[in-house]
């Protein structure tokens, strides 16, 4: 997410930089809490501040995106989910397989 103009936000007299950035910050959290995982990026596209950030945080998602996740670490996953979220079902059903 970039977010874009963000000098003119810090033109307003009397504005604290880290402040203003630490409750919008708090308002996309709050806002957007179904994208929790992204991490915003504050630019100013005519002067070229942060712009090198995009590029840098592009290439996190591209290195996060192509992980590879080992069978083991993977079957630890599965197991934790099930463990805390157990199948429902009575006495006569049985356990439920996962294939993969």
């Known amino acids: 997410m970039v977010i874009n103009k963000w000098d003119k936000v810090l033109a307003r007299p009397n504005t604290d930089k880290d402040k203003i950035m630490e409750q ?5 959290q709050r806002e957007l809490a179904f994208i929790a995982y992204v991490s915003p990026v504050f630019t100013v596209a005519t002067d070229g501040k942060r712009i090198n ?28 989910i099930i463990l805390d979220h157990p199948p429902t079902g009575n006495r006569k059903s049985h356990k439920p397989k996962v294939f993969y």
């Open 24 to 28: 919008y910050l708090k308002y996309l």
């Open 53 to 80: 950030n995009i590029l840098d945080q592009a290439l996190s998602i591209y290195n996060e995106r192509h992980k590879r996740v080992t069978t083991g670490e993977f079957n630890n996953f599965l197991q934790q």
